[in-house]
């Protein structure tokens, strides 16, 4: 297999190569943003939503992103076609770029861009067949109008409490609360009830990041005839619940089959979440941006 290369502004280098300076703003303050793709079969599932959310996050916090949409579609697509993968996680990172030691970012004169493609598979594959355990953590969602949870941001410190919460639980992901105790998401994955057929997912503005899995699989849902809604709930909600799942572009869609001790359902993955993922793995397959179609050029 050819060597893994990464794209750092403007070229494509050898991972062992893909450095950053230490005056990076992004290094030194989290002031960034990023994003989390992935493609399936060489289609880029929903690029032009998670460059969106991208280009929201930069104009949110000023943070002038140096090329066109256009130019970033291509810059992803070339990423994969460098690395010839077909499926593969891709992490693409926008930070204010190298400045000095102050917080200052008009220190900071070009945003670095970087994009990172990789096979990933986010949990062991055995645990998408028996589903997970997960605990609520202590931790919560910051609040919307403290960082709002739209801004994808490379502040992740929140998130990463979360997981070192999991981990001292002995599991490997968690639910995070928000500052007034109803359920936002995961530590990086929205969350679904399905209680009587009905699918139940937080709002965006109980703290949830309006992930596009999420997104996707409510219109998935929606199609196939499921009373999928938003909606405000506690972990009350969960633990009753007949089925629980996460979604999340790394995650993708993973049962959960214990929360705080309490069995969900049967022990194990629900058909409703059975159903959902099966169509969610036929939907990505040939939905999507096509990395090797010929009418996006190599730039
Ligand atoms: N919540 C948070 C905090 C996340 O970081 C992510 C991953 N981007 C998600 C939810 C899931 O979003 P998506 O389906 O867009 O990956």
């Known amino acids: 297999?050819?060597?893994?290369?990464?794209?750092?502004?403007?070229?494509?280098?050898?991972?062992?190569d893909a450095k950053i300076s230490v005056y990076d703003h992004g290094f030194l303050y989290g002031d960034g943003v990023f994003e989390g793709i992935r493609s399936y079969n060489g289609n880029v599932f929903r690029l032009e939503e998670h460059l969106e959310r991208l280009y929201d996050s930069a104009k949110s916090v000023m943070l002038?992103?140096?090329h066109t949409f256009e130019e970033m579609t291509?810059?992803?697509?070339?990423?994969l076609r460098e690395n010839k993968f077909k499926d593969a996680y891709i992490r693409l990172i926008v930070s204010r770029g190298v400045g000095n030691l102050g917080l200052d970012p008009y220190s900071c004169s070009h945003p670095s861009v970087i994009v990172i493609a990789?096979?990933?598979?986010?949990?062991?594959?055995?645990?998408?067949?028996?589903?997970?355990?997960?605990?609520?953590?202590?931790?919560?969602?910051?609040?919307?109008?403290?960082?709002?949870?739209?801004?994808?941001?490379?502040?992740?410190m929140n998130n990463i409490l979360v997981k070192l919460e999991a981990?001292?639980?002995?599991?490997?992901?968690?639910?995070?609360?928000?500052?007034?105790?109803?359920?936002?998401?995961?530590?990086?994955?929205?969350i679904f009830i399905v209680r009587k057929n009905k699918l139940l997912t937080?709002?965006?503005?109980v703290g949830a990041l309006e992930g596009i899995t999420r997104n996707a699989i409510m219109d998935v849902a929606a199609e196939?005839?499921?009373?999928?809604?938003?909606?405000?709930?506690?972990?009350?909600?969960?633990?009753?619940?007949?089925e629980v799942f996460l979604t999340g572009t790394a995650a993708e869609v993973i049962a959960v089959v214990k929360v705080d001790g309490r069995v969900i359902g049967e022990g194990k993955p629900g058909p409703v979440?059975?159903?959902?993922?099966?169509?969610?793995?036929?939907?990505?397959?040939?939905?999507?941006?096509?990395?090797?179609?010929d009418h996006l050029n190599a730039v």
Do not use: C, W
Request: aromatic share 10%; proline share 5%; net charge negative.
């Open 1 to 16: 297999m050819s060597e893994q290369v990464i794209y750092l502004n403007g070229e494509f280098v050898k991972k062992e």
């Open 64 to 66: 002038e992103i140096p």
């Open 74 to 79: 291509q810059i992803v697509v070339n990423t």
């Open 118 to 156: 990789e096979p990933l598979s986010l949990f062991p594959k055995s645990m998408y067949e028996t589903g997970i355990e997960i605990v609520s953590v202590a931790t919560r969602r910051s609040r919307s109008d403290v960082l709002s949870p739209k801004v994808k941001s490379l502040n992740y």
């Open 167 to 190: 981990h001292l639980a002995g599991v490997s992901e968690a639910l995070m609360l928000n500052d007034q105790g109803y359920v936002a998401e995961g530590s990086a994955d929205n």
């Open 202 to 205: 937080p709002p965006g503005y």
């Open 224 to 242: 196939k005839g499921y009373d999928i809604q938003e909606g405000v709930f506690t972990r009350h909600d969960v633990y009753v619940a007949d």
């Open 273 to 293: 979440t059975n159903d959902l993922l099966e169509s969610f793995r036929e939907l990505v397959q040939n939905d999507g941006v096509k990395v090797y179609s």
